[in-house]
């Protein structure tokens, strides 16, 4: 077993080395996000990428690290001007007005919105259309005044991302790439400095437990040191005189900031997200209360026009019945026409800039946890693996060596 006749194992050492470091950080990688859901044996045997397997706990420490310090509700609901909203909605609210009014008139009394005179009609349909946009504005101020009333944004992001975990996995995936990249080549360079002190030790002692365990100790320390690389040192720091180093992640925080508040404001906290968040979420029975009480006082105000008629033909316990259903009606239709102010809004909420600016002023520790734990709790299962894999090639190593 000398090295004339095994020279092309000897020489290959350091690149087998050098390709341990980069398949154990690919797997690893992958390992990370994939598959989405659990595929095998439950509970045992089989794999779930480590984010979407902890997604809500993920989700959760995501979102309070936004709603902590990157997002407040009340501050950006501030932003959006009621008077405005109520001009960008004005006309598919007017028609929401007539539907609405013709709809329960028909509905108590088929016939009685036939027979009332059309001009008893028309003042009635003009009256209430003229009072909505200001009821709409009353309405978003008070919603803006008492968003934390009507909205939870801690829990709409979590069922957001806890719901679709391929979204979770983007969040992650897309603002890290460039340390993905960084784990993956740098278990190459590791990888074959770790190989060049393996063939000499091979050399020296012929020991079969020497491949495997450098292929276990490439694998596991290529891993766990390129983890740490990319988050420490937090600050630059000189070594040896020589060089300078930043973890990769600080070093890109502008970068970093950029990406993630586009993401945040794309594809989480979005407008439809948002209004479904206020219509079906934990607190939207707070919002169908505040808009009812609104449209009751309205109809209230402007239903004196027509209420001799009505009053007659139905009776004024029906009549009290009817505008209590025409406020409900009316409540569910009014969240629809705020979607027609969705650009108008996006631009006043400014999501994305908040969220940049924002980032820029955290401390190094806090950047830090943006990512850090998506790996923090179950990385030594990824280092693990990358263990075992160098190991098994260390072995074939020695297999070939002896055979």
């Known amino acids: 077993m000398d090295f004339g006749t ?10 087998i080395a050098a390709l341990i470091g980069y398949v154990t950080k690919r797997v690893a990688i992958e390992m990370m996000f994939k598959p989405v859901e659990f595929v095998g044996v439950k509970p045992f045997l089989g794999w779930q990428g480590v984010l979407p397997a902890n997604a809500e706990r993920m989700a959760a420490t ?10 407040d509700p009340k501050e950006i ?13 004005e006309q598919p609210l007017l028609r929401v007005v007539e539907e609405v009014t013709r709809e329960v008139m028909e509905t108590y009394q088929p016939r009685l919105w036939e027979v009332l005179p059309n001009g008893a009609q028309q003042l009635l349909l003009k009256r209430v259309q003229a009072e909505a946009p200001k009821a709409i504005t009353k309405i978003m101020r ?8 009507v909205l939870d944004l801690q829990h709409m992001v979590v069922t957001n991302l806890v719901r679709d975990k391929a979204l979770l996995n983007r969040l992650i995936r897309d603002i890290s790439r460039p340390e993905m990249r960084f784990i993956a080549r740098s278990g190459i360079g590791f990888g074959f400095v770790l190989g060049c002190v393996q063939l000499v030790v091979w050399a020296l002692t012929k020991s ?14 290529t891993d766990w040191l390129a983890l740490k690389m990319i988050f420490l040192p937090r600050e630059p720091r000189r070594f040896f005189g020589l060089y300078t180093w930043q973890g990769i992640f600080q070093k890109r925080r ?34 169908f209360a505040m808009i009812t009480r609104e449209v009751q006082k309205t109809i209230d105000a402007q239903a004196s026009v027509v209420k001799p008629f009505v009053a007659i033909a139905v009776g004024t316990r029906k ?13 569910e239709r009014v969240p629809e026409t705020i979607r027609y102010a969705e650009k108008y809004a996006i631009n006043a909420l400014d999501v994305r800039n908040t969220i940049v600016d924002r980032m820029k002023k955290l401390s190094a520790l806090e950047f830090e946890q943006l990512l850090r734990p998506a790996f923090r709790q179950d990385e030594w299962k990824l280092i693990a693996v990358g263990a075992v894999i160098g190991g098994l090639v260390g072995e074939l190593q020695v297999l070939a060596l002896l055979g």
């Open 142 to 149: 008070e919603i803006a005044d008492n968003i934390e009333d």
């Open 6 to 15: 095994h020279w092309q194992v000897y020489v290959t050492m350091p690149f």
């Open 254 to 287: 502008d970068q970093v900031a950029a990406d993630y508040g586009d993401m945040i404001a794309r594809e989480i906290i979005t407008i439809p997200h948002l209004l479904e968040a206020v219509l079906r979420g934990p607190k939207s029975d707070k919002l």
């Open 77 to 89: 609901f501030a932003r959006l001007d009621p008077e405005q909203v109520a001009k960008e909605i």
């Open 62 to 71: 995501a979102t309070t690290m936004l709603t902590t310090n990157l997002v």
């Open 319 to 331: 009549f009290q019945e009817m505008k209590q259903t025409a406020a409900a009606k009316a409540a």
């Open 208 to 221: 079969p437990i020497v491949l495997p365990l450098f292929g276990l100790g490439i694998g596991w320390l």
